[in-house]
C-alpha cells in the first residue's frame, strides 16, 4: 500500500497561468471511494477553480478518478465538491472576487499528518503572454544561479 503521507499533487499550470495573490488551505469534503482512491495518487487538479454558491465555496474540475475495487457504489470522478474554510476566510475571498480579473485556482491537494485531505487554494490574477515569458525567463536565472552557487561550493 502507499503512503498517504507523501500524497501531494500539484497544478504546476496555475503558478504560470496566474499571479498568486494569497493562498489558503481548505478541507475538501469527499465520499468513501474518493479518498481512498486520493490516497493511491489518483487525482489531478489541473483545470481547477472555485466558484461560490449560496454563500459557500465549491472546487470544478477536480478529477478523483474511480476506485479499482470499488463497486457499484463508486463516484462520479469530476464532481463538483465542497471547501471548507472559516467564514471570516470565506467573506473575505468573496469580496475579493467582486474585483476584476481575479479568481480562486486550486494549487495542490494533499493529505495533512492527521490524515484529512486537504486543498491549497489561491487568489489569483491571470497573467499576459508578455508576462509568463518574463516568468520563464525569471526562473531560468534562478536556476543557473543555483547551478552556479552549486559548483562554486566544490
Given at each position: 500500500?502507499?503512503?498517504?503521507?507523501?500524497?501531494?499533487?500539484?497544478?504546476?499550470?496555475?503558478?504560470?497561468?496566474?499571479?498568486?495573490?494569497?493562498?489558503?488551505?481548505a478541507?475538501?469534503?469527499?465520499?468513501?471511494?474518493?479518498?481512498?482512491?486520493?490516497?493511491l495518487?489518483?487525482?489531478?487538479?489541473?483545470?481547477?477553480?472555485?466558484?461560490?454558491?449560496?454563500?459557500?465555496?465549491?472546487?470544478?474540475?477536480?478529477?478523483?478518478?474511480?476506485?479499482?475495487?470499488?463497486?457499484?457504489?463508486?463516484?462520479?470522478?469530476?464532481?463538483?465538491?465542497?471547501?471548507?474554510?472559516?467564514?471570516?476566510?470565506?467573506?473575505?475571498?468573496?469580496?475579493s472576487?467582486?474585483?476584476?480579473?481575479?479568481?480562486?485556482?486550486?494549487?495542490?491537494?494533499?493529505?495533512?499528518?492527521?490524515?484529512?485531505?486537504?486543498?491549497?487554494?489561491?487568489?489569483?490574477?491571470?497573467?499576459?503572454?508578455?508576462?509568463?515569458?518574463?516568468?520563464?525567463?525569471?526562473?531560468?536565472?534562478?536556476?543557473?544561479?543555483?547551478?552556479?552557487?552549486?559548483?562554486?561550493?566544490?
Amino acid at each position: 500500500m502507499a503512503d498517504y503521507k507523501n500524497i501531494n499533487i500539484r497544478n504546476k499550470r496555475a503558478t504560470f497561468d496566474y499571479e498568486i495573490i494569497e493562498e489558503y488551505v481548505a478541507g475538501i469534503v469527499l465520499v468513501g471511494t474518493e479518498i481512498k482512491s486520493l490516497r493511491l495518487g489518483k487525482a489531478s487538479i489541473v483545470d481547477s477553480y472555485c466558484y461560490f454558491e449560496l454563500g459557500e465555496l465549491w472546487i470544478r474540475n477536480v478529477n478523483i478518478a474511480e476506485y479499482t475495487w470499488g463497486t457499484c457504489n463508486n463516484h462520479v470522478p469530476k464532481r463538483d465538491r465542497k471547501l471548507l474554510l472559516n467564514r471570516k476566510e470565506l467573506t473575505k475571498l468573496q469580496r475579493s472576487l467582486q474585483d476584476r480579473g481575479l479568481t480562486v485556482v486550486g494549487l495542490r491537494l494533499f493529505i495533512n499528518d492527521r490524515g484529512l485531505a486537504k486543498v491549497a487554494i489561491g487568489l489569483a490574477r491571470g497573467r499576459k503572454s508578455y508576462d509568463k515569458r518574463e516568468y520563464i525567463k525569471e526562473n531560468d536565472a534562478k536556476r543557473e544561479m543555483d547551478k552556479a552557487m552549486k559548483i562554486g561550493r566544490r
